[in-house]
Structures are given as structure tokens and as C-alpha cells.
């Protein structure tokens, strides 16, 4: 059995594997290391290497089995980790309950920081509690599409209609239009980018998208985000912030939850009932029917990063460039240092 196999059987446990960037060369290395010994103690029995590398994938197991354990084993965030995950919802929360959303002096200084943050996570390795920052680092794309969409829906009009009647003005129509690409372009490049990773942590990501949507969809039939400091425009901001609390407490549980299954349980269950209790407040009353219907929506809306992910694959490039530095030296060594 040559070196390349061993390459490939190791490969195939880190396709299967959905941590950290830091965590996964952790495991790979404890793996390598683990593989090694087992070559060497079958080795001096007597076996040739061919046989002992053989013998020693045997002994380890399925690619999958062995990632899913290594997944439980080092899938558990710490307590800051969780405080971090948690911190953004906390921020937006603390926005509304003060109702200084509207208030640029406060919300451009928190969207900044909240920024800032992510620009800092995703330079230093992508950590486990980047993802709740990132959504909200977007969120002023769905705020500024929400904004302009009176201008694009008059321009998708005016073409649908063979291109008669009239058009708004052509420079803003353009600048709208050009928004939507640009703004089409970021979201779906960070999307794909986050999925590489693991299509859960992409989940995390867009879960205050569809709370902070029905909202602004709220605020349009209130009158508009830009209007007079009108009474229904803060009518909701305690059940917005209680909303996004129960986000804060959801991304903390999702980071310290050890097994995979169960993440997936929480992060579902949290942001799907956080909708359902929202929907009345900025929809009025609904029955069984329709609250299950929300509740089916978020539950697909949280899960379609999956069907990405199937489309994608997983691994970003430059985590191929630590792996094939890795092998580089495998010519001459007939298994993994490490």
C-alpha cells in the first residue's frame, strides 16, 4: 500500500470532517500521529509496510465513522466561544429594547463594530463563533434592498411590460439595479465560501435574516423605515428584542453542544419557534395552520445551506494549501509526519 493511499483513506476522513480550520489540523495531526505508531508496532511484527499501512486502515475503521466520532470529540465550544457566538443578537437585542434603532449615532457605531469583529475572526481562521457576526455584517444589504425595492419593482415592471409606459429615473434605476448584482454577488460568495466550511455554520449565519425580513416587511406596511418617528414604528421593539435574545441564547447552546445531530436539533427548533412567537406580534393573529406553515418555512430556509453544500462540496481552497503542504514531503517518508 503506497503512501498515496494512506493520503487518500486520511483525505477522506477530513471530507467528512465539520470543524474549525484550527480544530481540523488538530485532528488530522493526532490522526496522523495515531496512524503512524500503529504502522510502526505492526512493523516490528514482522509485517512490510505495505501490509502494516493495510492493516492499520482496517484497524481505524470507515473515513466517515471516524470523522463523525473525531466531530463529537472536538465539536465543543468553549464558554467564550458560546459569549461570542451570542454577543451580536445581544447587541442587535439591546438596539431595539432601547428603540435607538433608528438613531444613527447608536446603530452605525454597532454595525461597525459588529464589522469590524468579523473582519477580525475570518482574517485570524475563521473561529466557531464567527458566524453569528457575519449574518448581521450583511444585514445592511437587506435593509438597503428593502429600501430601494420600490425602485427595482418599477423597473422589473416597466420590462415586463415590453419595455412601455414609464421608467424611473435612469441613473437611480441603474444605481438600484447595479445594488441588487453587487449585493446578489456578496451574499451568494460569502454563502458558497461559509458552506465549503460546513453547511451548518452557514445556517448560524443567515438565522436573524428572516427575523429582521418579516420585520422590515412590518415597517412597510407601518409606513416605511425612513418615515416620522411614528408610534407602530416601535410598537414591536420589545418582542424584536426579546427575538433576538432567544438568537443569543440559541447560538450559545448551538457552539456548547457537543454532538452534530444535536446541533442541528437546537439551532432548528430555537429560530423556528422564535418566528412562529414573532409572527403574531408583527402579522396579528393566525391560527394552527398558518403558525405551522412559518414554522415549516424557517425549518426549510435553516436546512438549504445542505442542498448548497451537496452542489459545492466541501473544503475551501486555501485549507487545501496546509493539506497538500502536509504530504509535500511524502516522496521520502512512507507515512504522514507529524
Not at 461597525?112 to 475572526?121: A, E, K, Q, R, W
Not at 419557534?273 to 393566525?286: C, K, R, S, Y
Request: hydrophobic share 50%.
Amino acid at each position: 500500500m503506497s503512501s498515496l493511499e494512506v493520503k487518500d483513506y486520511l483525505g477522506e476522513i477530513r471530507s467528512h470532517l465539520r470543524l474549525d480550520p484550527s480544530a481540523e489540523r488538530q485532528v488530522i495531526g493526532e490522526i496522523c500521529a495515531h496512524f503512524r505508531d500503529k504502522v510502526d508496532d505492526l512493523k516490528g511484527q514482522g509485517l512490510t509496510h505495505a501490509d502494516a499501512a493495510r492493516r492499520a486502515i482496517e484497524a481505524f475503521g470507515r473515513p466517515k465513522v471516524v470523522a463523525r466520532l473525531m466531530c463529537d470529540a472536538f465539536g465543543r465550544g468553549s464558554w467564550s466561544d458560546a459569549l461570542m457566538a451570542a454577543l451580536p443578537h445581544a447587541l442587535v437585542a439591546i438596539l431595539f429594547a432601547s428603540h435607538l434603532w433608528r438613531t444613527p449615532a447608536a446603530g452605525i457605531p454597532v454595525w461597525f463594530f459588529i464589522v469590524c469583529v468579523t473582519l477580525f475572526g475570518w482574517s485570524r481562521g475563521k473561529p466557531r463563533w464567527l458566524y453569528s457576526w457575519i449574518g448581521y455584517s450583511l444585514s445592511p444589504l437587506l435593509i438597503i434592498g428593502f429600501l430601494s425595492y420600490g425602485t427595482a419593482g418599477q423597473a422589473v415592471g416597466f420590462a415586463l411590460n415590453g419595455f412601455r409606459g414609464e421608467l424611473p429615473g435612469l441613473p437611480g434605476t441603474a444605481l438600484v439595479l447595479g445594488f441588487y448584482v453587487c449585493a446578489a454577488w456578496v451574499v451568494g460568495r460569502t454563502v458558497v465560501r461559509v458552506v465549503r466550511r460546513d453547511w451548518l455554520l452557514a445556517s448560524v449565519m443567515i438565522v436573524p435574516l428572516p427575523i429582521i425580513g418579516s420585520w422590515l416587511f412590518f415597517l412597510g406596511k407601518a409606513g416605511g423605515l425612513v418615515q416620522s418617528d411614528l408610534p407602530p414604528l416601535h410598537l414591536w421593539d420589545e418582542s424584536m428584542a426579546m427575538a433576538f435574545l432567544a438568537l443569543a441564547a440559541g447560538s450559545a447552546t448551538f457552539v456548547r453542544i457537543r454532538k452534530r445531530l444535536w446541533k442541528v436539533i437546537a439551532l432548528v427548533l430555537i429560530a423556528s419557534t422564535t418566528l412562529v412567537a414573532l409572527g403574531p406580534n408583527l402579522w396579528g393573529a393566525h391560527g394552527f395552520l398558518q403558525l405551522s406553515l412559518f414554522f415549516l418555512l424557517m425549518v426549510v430556509f435553516l436546512l438549504s445551506p445542505a442542498l448548497v453544500e451537496s452542489k459545492v462540496g466541501h473544503g475551501e481552497g486555501e485549507d487545501d494549501v496546509w493539506w497538500n503542504e502536509y504530504w509535500s514531503d511524502e516522496v521520502s517518508s512512507p507515512y504522514p509526519r507529524s
